[in-house]
């Protein structure tokens, strides 16, 4: 009776299956997480070995783009050490020395309010494979920690490979090895050092410069990263990198 008067002033207790509830919802999704995040680690592990198929960009440009993809894969072996000096040069002359982030131009970007600039290599090889273009702090969020993995888990000769391997160089021209033989008719083992940069010159924006038809600017910064390639010393700076 004493039981009963208790539960006719209080009421039906609701707390014990709604706390279940949300236990086995947080549970749940506890599972879901740490199942995407091995999923991923493993994904980026076993790319250290093994050429990616596809990337988000490629994906993304077969769904939306209006010209044809063109991409393949070429090993470290068959592409022409002036190809990474020119990339390096243009895109991330810490490469060999950071560990994923260049600080001073993270810096520097959030300083002018521009984010141009501010991504390294390894940034862009993470940005590529696995997200969308555009910016944003959550996509950023995570570039960051898929950064960090491929710095932990790949050296840098894998990161250098696979970003001549997926970077788009021209409309729907994906890997050196594609642009090669389109723009020069050649493998990217014989490509010349000038080729390499005009290659490089125009890798911010490849949708709007053309390797094939260069324009002014295009020439200008063509000329500008083979002085840079000089000031570093050539291929030699990329020696235990590349």
């Known amino acids: 009776m004493r039981s009963f008067g208790r539960w006719l002033f209080r009421g039906p207790s609701v707390d014990g299956p709604s706390r279940r509830w949300h236990r086995r919802l947080a549970s749940m999704l506890a599972r879901t997480l740490v199942t995407l995040g091995l999923m991923v680690v493993i994904s980026v592990a076993v790319l250290r070995w ?59 970007a959030l300083a002018d309010g521009s984010g141009r600039g501010a991504s390294t290599i390894s940034q862009q090889v993470a940005k590529n494979l696995f997200l969308w273009p555009g910016g ?19 050296p840098k000769r894998r990161i250098l490979e ?15 090895g594609e642009a090669a033989r389109r723009y020069f008719g050649k493998s990217p083992a014989q490509l010349t050092r ?12 490849p949708k709007r410069m053309s390797v094939a038809r260069p324009s002014e600017y295009v020439q200008r910064r063509t000329r500008e990263i083979l002085q840079q390639m000089d000031r570093l010393g050539g291929a030699s700076y990329l020696a235990g990198v590349w």
Not at 65 to 91: C, K, L, M, Q, Y
Not at 162 to 176: C, M, Q, R, S
Not at 198 to 203: D, E, I, K, S
């Open 50 to 108: 093994i050429p990616p198929v596809t990337t988000a960009f490629i994906l993304r440009e077969r769904a939306f783009g209006e010209d044809p993809v063109a991409h393949s894969w070429t090993s470290r072996r068959e592409i022409s050490a002036h190809v990474a000096i020119a990339v390096v040069a243009s895109e991330d002359q810490l490469f060999p020395a950071h560990h994923g982030f260049d600080r001073k131009q993270i810096r520097d």
């Open 136 to 154: 944003g702090y959550f996509r950023k969020g995570i570039e960051a920690g898929l950064t960090v993995l491929i710095e932990t888990l790949w």
């Open 162 to 176: 696979i970003y001549l391997n997926v970077a788009e160089f021209g409309p729907g021209v994906f890997g050196v």
């Open 194 to 205: 000038a080729e390499a940069a005009r290659l490089a010159a125009v890798l911010p924006s």
